[in-house]
């Protein structure tokens, strides 16, 4: 058997990586969390800088996580990966480039091999967010944003 020096997102296609592999791709920065927002005749997202109920919202991560879909319903099934669930996702997460045939970015942690580098790149959304606790559902066009990268 050949081995390669390649890592396993170059070489291994997203519907066959394991389960170990599917979750180190996430970077951990808290953006497909996220309220989106869905324009009915256009069908563009709009990302809020209000995050969903379950995001511990210093370390970007669910608090939840293996019983996040019983806790929030419409939350994010990403694999199989859709189209649909696709264009919901930034443009900087590893799902939605690998899916692109793009690379990962320098600060991605499994690249940069430091997970602070997603901080550090301006990614996370840790500081930036505020709880759905606190926003009121008709105030969410109020908090719409504009990502950077």
Not at 11 to 39: F, H, N, V, Y
Not at 112 to 117: F, N
Request: glycine letters at 6%.
């Amino acid at each position: 058997m050949q081995q390669t020096d390649s890592p396993f997102w170059k070489t291994t296609p997203l519907d066959q990586m394991s389960a170990q592999q599917w979750e180190s791709l996430c970077d951990g920065c808290g953006r497909c969390c996220l309220i989106k927002l869905e324009d009915e005749d256009t069908g563009e997202i709009a990302f809020t800088n209000v995050a969903c109920r379950l995001l511990d919202l210093r370390r970007c991560r669910c608090r939840h996580y293996p019983r996040r879909h019983e806790l929030v319903p419409d939350c994010l099934v990403l694999r199989p990966l859709r189209p649909a669930v696709l264009r919901s996702l930034p443009s900087s997460c590893a799902y939605r480039l690998l899916a692109e045939g793009r690379e990962l970015p320098w600060w991605h942690p499994l690249v940069s091999g430091d997970p602070a580098t997603v901080r550090e790149a301006g990614v996370s959304v840790a500081g930036g967010v505020v709880s759905e606790k606190f926003v009121h559902p008709d105030e969410l066009h109020e908090h719409v944003i504009d990502w950077v990268t």
